[in-house]
């Protein structure tokens, strides 16, 4: 063969093996776009046991969507964890958001799991324009005050799909009082969240003819409580409330009481979700039981609507859903659902992010598993949804729900 026969057969298979044999010059398919959907969230560390179970419910939302996902295009869950030495970290929360925020893939965001890190991130997603869904999150100046919109202060980028701690400090008092608790001694980890909802309890509760003993703060990374306990066993109370999450001292203080001078048998232990997470019956161990909380969502196990989900969940992850589970998927749907309709607005084009955030923004009627709602002008759901629970055999069990939209 001659050196020019040579030259044109390598250049020939060249060709051959770019656009293959069936099809001489056939194009190649185009690829699909990926549109991202954030999560921020505690997943190490002793939060975890709420944080993966969150970021597994936005997981499926995800994969569902692909199931039916908009031609050309493909959803993908981009999840970031906020946990610094095994807790929460408001500064670690920030630093994710502004790396979710400069990734243009990135249409919206799960999260986050703590208030104190929402303070830290509103200011982010509110200057960058990124839709932060959060499934958990209660305090109420989130959303009920401009503070954290420093850069554009009418512009809503932060909403929420559970109720808030001015209506789940108001239904743990009123909890504790149809428990029979007259005499209550607060403590609270003077964190965003705790700090907020033992207030509203110590107002609410006193509102409803109880007695506050005493209210006091733990430091952070506290870990022996016996001082404090010793005094609260003094004034021998009908049971402790705590504000705050299990690591932050919530597991740690329950199951101190004991040798404190409180039998934990008959002294109970009540609080809000911060201690609804399994880590809570690992560290206060036996002493769990007898123990109430708040959830500011509803039970999903309870609802019609979820069983498909629960049933979804159960077979991807081998396990029971956690508290806000239904919450994260349900956050995920919407920002998905909002992707959906600006593409279709655009032609089966990519959507913007603006375009992305005026769609939740203007959320109404959303029907999801639990339940239908909407967003308020702060960004709040209107339908909040109050769940309490109880710890006896060492298990969580179920009371009764609250829609605080209807009443009660």
Request: overall charge neutral; proline content about 5%.
């Amino acid at each position: 063969m001659s050196r020019r026969s040579l030259t044109r057969f390598v250049a020939l298979a060249a060709i051959v093996s770019l656009f293959g044999t069936c099809g001489a010059f056939a194009p190649a398919q185009a690829a699909e776009q990926v549109i991202k959907i954030g999560t921020e969230l505690p997943t190490s560390g002793g939060d975890a046991s709420n944080g993966i179970p969150t970021q597994n419910g936005a997981q499926l939302a995800v994969d569902e969507a692909n199931l039916h996902a908009p031609a050309g295009f493909r959803f993908q869950l981009d999840p970031l964890d906020d946990a610094v030495g095994g807790i929460h970290n408001p500064q670690q929360g920030a630093t994710n958001i502004r790396s979710l925020a400069a990734d243009a893939a990135v249409m919206g965001v799960v999260g986050p799991f703590n208030s104190n890190v929402a303070a830290a991130e509103i200011p982010v997603s509110n200057e960058t324009g990124l839709p932060l869904i959060s499934p958990s999150n209660t305090n109420p100046t989130l959303t009920k005050t401009s503070k954290y919109r420093t850069s554009h202060p009418s512009e809503i980028t932060y909403f929420r799909v559970c109720a808030t701690d001015d209506v789940q400090g108001k239904a743990g008092a009123q909890f504790a009082k149809q428990l029979g608790f007259k005499k209550v001694y607060i403590i609270d980890d003077n964190e965003t969240y705790g700090l907020g909802l033992a207030n509203v309890f110590d107002a609410d509760f006193k509102s409803e003819g109880g007695s506050v003993l005493g209210h006091d703060h733990v430091t952070a990374n506290q870990q022996d409580f016996k001082a404090l306990l010793t005094k609260v066993s003094a004034t021998h109370p009908d049971a402790i409330y705590y504000g705050g999450v299990t690591v932050t001292g919530g597991g740690l203080i329950r199951q101190q009481m004991g040798s404190s001078g409180m039998d934990p048998t008959k002294v109970p232990f009540e609080g809000g979700d911060g201690i609804s997470d399994d880590e809570f019956l690992k560290v206060a161990g036996p002493a769990a039981n007898n123990s109430y909380y708040t959830v500011a969502a509803p039970d999903a196990e309870k609802s019609a609507s979820a069983q498909a989900f629960i049933k979804a969940y159960k077979a991807k992850f081998h396990s029971d859903i956690g508290a806000y589970s239904a919450n994260g998927y349900v956050a995920a749907q919407v920002i998905i659902g909002a992707v959906d309709k600006a593409i279709k607005e655009n032609g089966g084009k990519a959507p913007t992010r603006a375009q992305v955030l005026k769609t939740i923004q203007s959320t109404k009627d959303f029907k999801s598993i639990i339940g239908s709602f909407g967003f308020d002008k702060n960004g709040d759901t209107t339908s909040p949804v109050i769940s309490l629970w109880k710890i006896n055999g060492g298990k969580q069990v179920f009371v009764r729900q609250i829609n605080v939209s209807a009443g009660g």
